[in-house]
């Protein structure tokens, strides 16, 4: 799993000479940072600062609106009592059999027929919520004993306070999983963004840098170097967040 990253870094820091020589070296023999010089001298062609800022900035959205609306949807199928609660519980979970790719083309048409074509608001708005986040939620919520709810009853709290202060505390866990696994869907996101966007500044990064190594895909080293631009946002979210990661999908799965 590692060797491939491994390699990246490799030759995103070998000169152009090293990097097909006969005999390849893990370890540059001439370190530079010469490919990570000349991606940003192309700046004014391919504005890589732009992209890795839309990529950031779309990535928190997507993962903020999903935390708020899987959260509150998990909690009233899991607490509240309403009819065909259930039934829509599974309806829920029935979406996620569907290829994202078969919902391009109507999600492509709503967008523009509300004017949101090459906007940031028409690249966030239809990863707002997810049936994932919704199941992981429910089933973590629902492991929370009802003990800790009548409690704040008792206390006098309202809905919104039990959700706000004694659900959401204890759902650290869950909400950790939710957001890396969300943060990572939306930084690796390419069909969406591309086909919803024309212009070049408003290119995610993995689109943007797809374009830039079609252009230069006979240069690895400037071509490993933006990966590795890529790479890295992901691998640092990952890092902060994967302490909670396996607690959250165990503690998810505990009852059903």
Do not use: C
């Not at 820091?13 to 070296?25: A, G, I, M, S, W």
């Not at 400037?222 to 979210?237: G, H, K």
């Amino acid at each position: 799993m590692v060797a491939p990253i491994l390699w990246m870094l490799s030759t995103a820091l070998k000169p152009e000479r090293d990097v097909l020589t006969p005999t390849p070296q893990w370890l540059p023999a001439h370190p530079t940072l010469e490919n990570f010089g000349r991606l940003l001298d192309r700046a004014a062609e391919f504005p890589v600062w732009r992209w890795l800022g839309n990529s950031v900035g779309i990535s928190i959205a997507v993962t903020l609106l999903v935390l708020f609306i899987s959260s509150m949807a998990a909690f009233a199928l899991a607490r509240l009592e309403f009819r065909g609660r259930d039934a829509l519980f599974y309806l829920i979970v029935a979406t996620m059999v569907i290829p994202g790719q078969v919902m391009l083309i109507p999600l492509f048409l709503i967008v523009t027929k509300l004017g949101l074509f090459n906007t940031y608001l028409g690249v966030i708005l239809p990863g707002l919520a997810s049936a994932f986040g919704v199941f992981l939620l429910r089933q973590f919520f629902i492991a929370i004993p009802l003990e800790l709810e009548e409690a704040a009853y008792l206390d006098g709290a309202n809905l919104w306070t039990v959700f706000a202060r004694v659900i959401m505390p204890l759902a650290k866990p869950a909400l950790a999983t939710l957001a890396i696994f969300t943060f990572m869907a939306s930084w690796n996101s390419f069909e969406w963004p591309l086909i919803i966007t024309n212009d070049i500044r408003m290119r995610t990064l993995p689109v943007g840098l797809s374009i830039f190594q079609g252009r230069y895909n006979l240069e690895y080293g400037i071509t490993m170097a933006s990966a590795l631009v890529t790479t890295i946002p992901m691998l640092i979210a990952f890092l902060i967040f994967q302490r909670r990661i396996t607690e959250g999908i165990a503690f998810s799965g505990i009852k059903g």
